[in-house]
């Protein structure tokens, strides 16, 4: 599947950051790992980490998929939507670890090269009346959660923007980041560590075998492993009966720098409460970007083909929200991204498939999702337990 198209900012921004092989010959590790995006990146890394001799595997070159299409805004999950879905005891726990695994991030990027993280407060806001009472019960769910948050009325909002709306919430727990730059800081460490990075690899078949599993590449080498992780994204749906995942196209341009931020609190990051939302953050060096449009995904052509049109609507949207900042468009992309019936990640273990792992961070919040599978992955595969697992389970 074609999983993006036009010209994703974050490859282009930082070049070839690093080459790897294609695998040349069969190999033995602890764990396979079949996806070189954010997630395996992660994945591997945590691994590797503890000591256990990895090897990644990736049809493309490494954060080539989905990971140089995103827009990497970190979490945007409806937590009152979440407890009416699954209960309030673990809605809120999924919601707390979204925030946490914000928290691992500031720490983590602390401790590899410049990968674009910053701290970043947050704006969420009403796009028209009709949706203040969803607000109002969005910011009591928080609250009683324990979560930091202001809810602010149409005055508070001028004060602030060039724009105005109804509501909104304003909360300090945000992050950002650069997603490609963070893959290969990832991958590099965890190739410091002991593990093997092969991009332009194509799993065709897993075979069980005595002591795990056995990964069959198209031109014929094999991988023997313990356990297999698939963290693919959405491409993983192939290799499962259940479906997980619903297809989306969305949409996004990134501006050339900006000479100001008039009339945008704190640069946070922006979006509303419309489906489709339409979502907004700035770079480190000056740049706007903004995405959305989103529509169900039916195939690569259709989606590329109203690119143009989704990038005009996007523009349109921006000039409307920031009538102070100048700008021009600088590059637009299109990207496929899942979403699942719940806005839950799938992670961990499924009897279709013995000795694998699946780390499934679907929708917006999948790089908060990627930090929470790397962690409950890591403990399935230790014997140890964690209760957080049960909340990301297949057949839920």
């Known amino acids: 599947m074609d999983l993006r198209s036009g010209h994703c900012f974050w490859p282009i921004k930082s070049g ?17 790992v079949i996806g070189a995006g954010i997630t395996g990146a992660l994945v591997a890394d ?47 726990r999924a919601y707390h670890l979204c925030a946490d695994a914000i928290d691992k991030l500031a720490v983590m990027t602390k401790q590899l090269p410049d990968c674009g993280f910053s701290r970043q407060s947050s704006f969420y806001f009403a796009s028209s009346a009709d949706d203040v009472e969803s607000l109002e019960q969005e910011y009591q769910a928080r609250k009683e959660a324990g979560f930091d948050i202001e809810f602010w009325g149409r005055k508070d909002i001028e004060d602030r923007f060039n724009f105005s709306a109804p509501c909104g919430l304003y909360s300090k727990q945000g992050a950002q980041v650069d997603p490609f730059l963070l893959t290969h800081a990832l991958l590099q460490r965890a190739q410091t560590n002991g593990a093997s990075i092969f991009d332009r690899t194509q799993v065709g078949k897993i075979d069980q075998a005595e002591q795990g599993i056995t990964a069959l590449t198209q031109r014929g080498y094999q991988v023997r492993a313990q356990k297999v992780v698939f963290a693919c994204g959405y491409e993983a749906q192939t290799w499962l009966e259940e479906k997980v995942v619903d297809l989306n196209s969305t949409f996004a341009f990134i501006t050339e720098p900006v000479k100001t931020f ?36 039916k195939n690569s052509d259709l989606r590329d083909a109203v690119l143009p049109e989704k990038r005009e609507a996007l523009s349109k949207k921006l000039a409307e929200l920031m009538p102070k900042i100048p700008f021009e468009v600088a590059y637009a992309w299109a990207g496929t991204f899942g979403e699942t019936k719940d806005g839950l990640a799938y992670i961990g273990e499924t009897d279709e498939i013995p000795n694998a792992y699946f780390a499934l961070g679907y929708g917006g919040n999948g790089i908060t999702y990627s930090v929470v599978a790397a962690q409950i992955i890591a403990d399935l595969y230790l014997g140890r337990p964690n209760s957080d697992a049960e909340i990301f389970r297949f057949g839920r």
Request: overall charge negative; aromatic content about 8%; proline content about 3%.
């Open 16 to 32: 070839l950051v690093r080459s790897y092989p294609s695998l040349s010959q069969s190999l033995d590790c602890d764990v396979l």
């Open 46 to 92: 945590y691994l590797a980490q503890q000591g256990h001799k990895i090897v990644v595997l990736d049809r493309r070159d490494v954060a080539r998929g989905s990971t140089s299409a995103s827009t990497a805004m970190p979490i945007d999950m409806h937590l009152s939507d979440l407890i009416a879905r699954i209960g309030k005891t673990q809605a809120e």
């Open 262 to 297: 008039e009339g945008w609190y704190e640069q946070c990051l922006l979006w509303e409460s419309e489906r489709p939302y339409t979502y907004m953050r700035t770079t480190s060096d000056n740049r706007i970007i903004i995405g959305g449009e989103d529509e169900a995904f």
